[in-house]
C-alpha cells in the first residue's frame, strides 16, 4: 500500500472524489474518515436516500461508497436513479448483506462493486481505488455469483436480432480483444498486463466500445459480450 497515493486517479495525481452513504452515523464517519486520510477527496456523505441522491447530484463523485440499507429510499434505487443519470458515477456497494440476492439486485441496479463491512479498511481503500477506474470489485465468493448471473441474462430470450436491428457496430481488432476478456471476468489491470499495454488505454477502449454499442455500463458490457459467445472465444 503506498499511503499518500492510494486516493489519487491512475495518473497519481488529481484525489479521487468520494461519497459516503450510509445510515449509521458512526460508521458512516469512520468510513469516511478513513478513506479521506487515505488521500481521498470525500466531498459528501449522507444518511438516507433521498439525501443520498440530491447530495450527489450537487457534489458529482467518482465513486459512490453506498449502503443498500437505508431510510427514505433503498440503495439500489439510489444506485438505479444515479447511474442512470450518470453512467460514469462508479458505485461500490457496502453492505453487511452478502445474501445473493442484494447482490444481484445491486449489479443490476448499475454497481461496479460489492463488499462486505467486514472487509478490512485495507480492502476498502483498495476496492474504492479499484472501482474508480472501472474494475469490478467483489468480496471472494460473489464474483463468481455474479459471472454466473451474466451468464444466464445472456441466456434469456430477449428481442429478436435481424432484419430490424439497426446496425451493426465496428468494433476494431483490440476493442473486439479487450471486451473478450472483460467478458471473461479480467480486470482492467489484468487485461493490461495480458495485452501489455497501459491500465488507462484499457479504459479508452472500454469506453470507445461502450459509446459505439450505446451501452451504459460494464454490466451491459458483459452482457452483450456474453451473448455474443466472447467469454467462450
Known amino acids: 500500500m503506498t499511503g499518500a497515493t492510494e486516493g489519487t486517479d491512475v495518473r497519481g ?34 444518511g438516507d436516500g433521498e439525501q443520498a441522491v440530491r447530495r450527489a447530484q450537487a457534489a458529482v463523485p467518482d465513486v459512490l461508497v453506498l449502503d443498500l440499507n437505508l431510510p427514505a429510499k433503498p440503495g439500489v434505487q439510489v444506485c438505479k436513479e444515479l447511474v442512470g443519470a450518470n453512467p460514469a458515477l462508479r458505485v461500490l456497494v457496502l453492505s453487511a448483506s452478502g445474501e445473493h440476492a442484494d447482490v444481484l439486485e445491486a449489479v443490476k441496479s448499475g454497481a461496479t462493486g460489492y463488499l462486505l463491512k467486514s472487509a478490512s479498511t485495507e480492502e476498502l481503500i483498495d476496492a474504492v481505488r ?27 430470450p430477449g428481442p429478436a436480432a435481424g432484419a430490424d436491428e439497426p446496425r451493426a457496430p465496428q468494433l476494431t481488432d483490440r476493442e ?15 487485461i493490461a498486463e495480458r495485452l501489455v499495454i497501459s491500465h488507462r488505454t484499457v479504459q479508452n477502449h ?12 460494464r454490466v451491459e458490457l458483459v452482457r452483450y459480450a456474453i451473448e455474443r459467445g466472447l467469454d467462450e472465444a
Not at 464517519?29 to 456523505?45: K, Q, Y
Not at 473486439?176 to 489484468?190: F, I
Open 206 to 217: 472500454v469506453q470507445n466500445t461502450l459509446g459505439k454499442l450505446q451501452l451504459h455500463n
Open 13 to 46: 495525481q488529481v484525489p479521487i472524489k468520494v461519497m459516503v452513504v450510509d445510515d449509521h452515523p458512526m460508521w458512516r464517519d469512520a468510513v469516511a474518515r478513513d478513506l479521506a486520510e487515505a488521500g481521498f477527496d470525500v466531498v459528501a456523505t449522507a
Open 130 to 156: 479499484r472501482t474508480a477506474v472501472g474494475d469490478p470489485v467483489f468480496t471472494p465468493g460473489l464474483a463468481g455469483l455474479v459471472l454466473g448471473e451474466y451468464r444466464r441474462l445472456a441466456s434469456d
Open 176 to 190: 473486439t480483444e479487450v471486451l473478450r476478456l472483460v467478458a471473461k471476468g479480467l480486470s482492467y489491470k489484468q
